[in-house]
């Protein structure tokens, strides 16, 4: 079983309240941050990602790409290294689980079935967020965008994970929030399952179930 991370496992209000974070430690200048916030579809009024806005879907390294316009020193890898260790400071007091992913995965992790997360964060990024959650002992493998298989909505970590396992298509199942998860497991043959305004009950139903 292949789960997304941010609004399948994680509660996507974590990530409303690292990226206004972040914008305000980027960009202390208010119309700099202002603009910034434009670009990667950021309300600072509600201090959440717009819905719909393309960051939800986007790796890393592409929604930093819209970013790294604003930065004064015009140093584009320097800004991006900023950027991810900003967000792993952020991350240890603001990460939050999605209501029912300690039950559903604790369930998973009582069978034989192989549990894997494939992100289009970090590997490191989801690493550290596992690890906070305490969620270590249930993955048997964690893949992100720099892990050598591409970005969803391609298929290249989901078809790498396949083959770690020795997995068919058919028997696998991806579980995913946005578009992009699902296009990787359409282009990889793997069934989706949707997770729906960031609640697990009937992915937990069918599994449990």
Not at 6 to 18: A, I, K, S
Not at 51 to 66: F, T
Not at 68 to 88: L, M, N
Not at 162 to 180: C, K, N, S, Y
Request: overall charge negative.
């Amino acid at each position: 079983m292949i789960f997304d991370k941010d609004g399948t496992l994680v509660d996507q209000q974590t990530w409303d309240r690292v990226t206004g974070s972040l914008l305000d430690h980027l960009f202390p200048d208010v119309e700099t941050r202002e603009a910034a916030s434009r670009a990667i579809e950021y309300d600072l009024d509600s201090r959440s990602i717009s819905p719909g806005a393309a960051i939800l879907a986007e790796s890393n390294d592409q929604w930093i790409d819209r970013l790294a316009p604003f930065d004064p020193d015009g140093d584009k890898p320097a800004f991006g290294e900023r950027v991810e260790s900003t967000i792993a400071e952020l991350i240890r007091t603001n990460v939050c689980a999605l209501d029912g992913a300690d039950e559903l995965l604790g369930h998973l992790a009582s069978t034989d079935v192989l549990i894997a997360l494939a992100t289009n964060d970090s590997e490191a990024s989801a690493r550290n967020q596992v690890a906070l959650l305490g969620w270590q002992q249930h993955f048997d493998a964690i893949v992100g965008y720099d892990s050598g298989h591409g970005a969803k909505p391609a298929p290249g970590m989901l078809l790498a994970l396949l083959e770690h396992f020795h997995v068919r298509p058919a028997d696998a199942l991806m579980v995913g929030d946005t578009w992009a998860d699902q296009h990787a497991a359409e282009a990889a043959g793997i069934p989706f399952a949707l997770v729906q305004h960031g609640n697990l009950s009937e992915i937990q139903e069918d599994v449990v179930g």
